[in-house]
C-alpha cells in the first residue's frame, strides 16, 4: 500500500539561507529540520540579485529556473550555459557557486541530495495531453508548474494538484502506475528517489 501526501504550495514553510543572503521555501524532505542532516529536500527559492550560493558539502544538486529571465552559474571556476525556465542543471554540493541572473529576480527549483544514501532522478516533463507513467522508486514527487494538474494512481487514488503544489508518494516494492493530466499545456517536474 502506497502513502500519498497532497503538499499545498500556500503551507510550504520559509527557511532562510545558510549563506544569510535569502531564504527558501521547502517544499518536502526527507527528514531532520534545519538545513543538515536531510537525506534529500525539494526548494523553491527566490533570488532577487546576483551572488554567492550557499555550500552543501556531501551533497549533489539539481537546480532549474521556474520564473524569470534566467541565470548564469560559474561553478568552480567554470561558466555554466545560461539557465532558463525548466531547464536543469547538476553540481556538486561542495562546489564554489557564483549567480549572474540573465535579467531581473528569479525564482528557482531545488533538488539537494545526498549521493551516498539516494540515487535520484529529475525531469521536466510538458503535458500536452494525458500520459501514463511507471516508476519502482519507493519515493515520487510530482511537482506542478501547471495551474491544475490531476493525477490519479492505479489504486484508483487521485489528487488534483494546483500550481506550485506537489504530489509525494511512498510506497512499498514492485511498478507503480501514474497518469497526469492538464486542463491546458502545462508542466509538471517528476522526481524518484531509491535508498541506497
Known amino acids: 500500500m502506497s502513502r500519498m501526501q497532497i503538499l499545498r504550495a ?5 527557511m532562510p539561507w545558510k549563506n544569510g543572503a535569502g531564504s527558501t521555501l521547502e517544499i518536502a ?20 540579485e546576483s551572488g554567492g550560493f550557499s555550500a552543501f ?16 552559474l560559474r561553478i568552480d571556476g567554470e561558466l555554466s550555459r545560461p539557465l532558463l525556465s525548466f531547464d536543469p542543471l547538476a553540481f556538486c554540493g561542495d562546489s564554489r557557486v557564483e549567480c549572474h541572473l540573465l535579467g531581473g529576480a528569479i525564482r528557482d527549483f531545488n533538488l539537494i541530495y545526498a549521493p551516498q544514501r539516494y ?11 494525458p500520459q501514463r507513467l511507471f516508476s519502482s522508486a519507493p519515493v515520487v514527487l510530482v511537482f506542478s508548474a501547471a495551474q491544475t494538474l490531476d493525477v ?5 487514488r487521485a489528487a488534483r494538484l494546483g500550481h506550485y503544489d506537489c504530489l509525494r508518494i511512498e510506497r512499498a516494492a514492485g511498478l507503480a502506475e501514474l497518469q497526469v493530466q492538464v486542463r491546458d499545456a502545462g508542466l509538471c517536474c517528476l522526481i524518484e528517489l531509491n535508498p541506497r
Open 29 to 48: 524532505r526527507d527528514r531532520g529540520e534545519g538545513l543538515d542532516g536531510f537525506g534529500w529536500r525539494l526548494s523553491i527559492a527566490d533570488i532577487g
Open 10 to 14: 500556500a503551507d510550504y514553510p520559509r
Open 119 to 129: 540515487a535520484a532522478r529529475l525531469q521536466w516533463l510538458t503535458l500536452e495531453r
Open 57 to 72: 558539502p556531501g551533497y549533489q544538486r539539481i537546480i532549474s529556473v521556474l520564473e524569470g529571465d534566467g541565470m548564469q
Open 152 to 156: 490519479r494512481l492505479d489504486d484508483g
